[in-house]
């Protein structure tokens, strides 16, 4: 499956912004998504995740109650709205589907190496 990542850009502390991470190639709703980021020189991280059929969501703790992740099956699309922005949420915010089902005893939808397909990332800048 592709990935299409967009949506970011340069935001003042306290601002919002939404993503959006278009898909196509495969059955989009075969698919859990994910959004990761990565901040120079740090590891990818997890930001929150969504499960085939959106019944369940993931957070990070960081971003707990500010972020929000969704998913329009029918527009083959996931987004990640995110309010209250911080200059610590400043990276590259990646999106990544994974194939792995609730019910399989290893599913962790938390690390990034249960995710199959990625995509090419979006900068989120936001300035203090």
């Known amino acids: 499956v592709q990935l299409q990542a967009s949506g970011g850009g340069l935001v003042q502390a306290g601002g919002s912004l939404r993503l959006s991470c278009a898909a196509s190639g495969r059955t989009f709703s075969d698919y859990g998504m994910g959004w990761f980021r990565q901040a120079p020189g740090k590891e990818r991280e997890f930001v929150a995740a969504?499960?085939?059929?959106?019944?369940?969501?993931y957070y990070a703790d960081s971003v707990k109650g500010r972020f929000t992740i969704s998913r329009d099956n029918a527009k083959n699309t996931v987004y990640l709205q995110m309010n209250s922005l911080k200059p610590e949420d400043t990276a590259v915010y990646y999106c990544a589907a994974d194939s792995a089902r609730p019910r399989y005893p290893t599913y962790n939808p938390y690390n990034r190496y249960e995710y199959d397909y990625w995509g090419q990332g979006t900068q989120v800048t936001v300035s203090s």
């Open positions: 969504i499960t085939w059929n959106g019944g369940n969501t």
